[in-house]
């Protein structure tokens, strides 16, 4: 999709031409200057200017969020920083390959390796073996100046909170691509069949790059359901599933203020996930991304936006 074409542009222009304000947008919508008589705002990004300079650096890092988050006593998944060797002025001088090598061996079902700073499940690898590992740091350092490592966890459902001022305004669920086995067709014949064309390019991609070819070919037996992907990201393939009132939305909705407290952040998406039961912080992202809930829900998302924006002109 073309930047100029995002649903938060979109949202934006829709609010000024509301609200009579006057809207330029430049660098393909990557930056958004709004204009109220004398009085201007910009937008940049997925950024509307509400968050401190601080609240934004640190949610946008991961071991930082949950460095913070962990004195704060809001429950979240640990990130292990370790900084490229390209910065070894920076680097303790035991190096960082042993200390990795030792998450691994403390996590049994594995470690999750990522960029420090990424978005959207790029670079975000699964491993259980030394090759593996090293293949993956040698993937992320390629491009990333910082990587981080999480235990592997075995999560049950992921959830986005977009909070604003300590007030959840969005609440969903990421349900992962999946296929049950009917003992005849192999995993890929079974994707190809049940993913709708439309989304075949977001979810099969992930599939190509987590399972080999014996894996692809292998007949599933039947009545076993398998994940397409392990990850929740909605740019594979996971799709947004409004929570309704309840106990599971108020235990997110919660979790999330408190993070987004502890963050000092205004407006965020915070992802919460379920792991042994228990709801934990994964990440806090201060851009607010809702380019695919906005298909299902464009309501609920220009109202979102607009919300922000009514405290961005406040
Ligand atoms: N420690 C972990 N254990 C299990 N799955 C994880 C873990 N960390 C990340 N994931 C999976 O990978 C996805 C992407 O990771 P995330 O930390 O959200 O990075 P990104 O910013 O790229 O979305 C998550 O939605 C989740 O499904
Ligand atoms: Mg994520």
């Known amino acids: ?133 090293e293949l993956a740091v040698k993937r992320i350092f390629s491009t990333h100046t910082a990587l981080a490592v999480s235990p592997y966890l075995d999560i049950e459902d992921e959830v986005r909170v977009v909070m604003l001022d300590g007030k959840p305004l969005v609440v969903y669920a990421k349900d992962r691509p999946a296929v049950t086995g009917d003992g005849r067709r192999s995993l890929l014949a079974l994707a190809l069949e049940s993913v709708p064309a439309a989304r075949r390019s977001s979810v099969l991609p992930g599939l190509f790059a987590d399972f080999d070819r014996a894996a692809l070919d292998a007949i599933v037996p039947a009545g076993e359901r398998r994940l397409l992907n392990w990850r929740h990201n909605l740019e594979s393939g996971a799709e947004p599933a409004l929570l309704q009132e309840g106990g599971t939305r108020d ?50 998302v220009q109202a979102t936006y607009s919300a922000a924006l009514r405290e961005v002109f406040a």
Request: proline letters at 4%; glycine letters at 8%.
């Open 251 to 300: 235990a997110c909705a919660a979790l999330a203020a408190d993070a987004a407290e502890a963050i000092g952040i205004r407006f965020a998406s915070v992802d919460v996930v379920r792991a042994n039961g228990a709801w934990q912080v994964l990440e806090v992202n201060s851009g607010v991304m809702m380019e695919a809930l906005s298909s299902k829900h464009p309501e609920l």
């Open 1 to 133: 999709m073309l930047n100029s074409q995002r649903i938060f542009v979109q949202a934006i222009k829709t609010y000024c031409t509301e609200h009579g304000l006057a809207v330029d947008v430049c660098a393909d919508g990557w930056l958004i200057v709004m204009r109220d008589g004398a009085r201007r705002k910009l937008a940049f990004a997925y950024d509307l200017g509400l968050n401190s300079a601080v609240a934004h650096r640190i949610a946008n890092d991961k071991s930082a969020t949950s460095d913070v988050l962990a004195l704060s006593g809001v429950a979240c998944v640990p990130h292990t920083l370790f900084l490229n060797p390209e910065l070894n002025a920076f680097v303790p001088p035991r190096g960082s390959w042993e200390a990795m090598l030792d998450l691994l061996q403390q996590s049994p079902g594995g470690i999750v390796v990522k960029p420090n700073e990424g978005t959207s499940g790029k670079s975000v690898f699964w491993v259980t073996s030394r090759p593996a590992l």
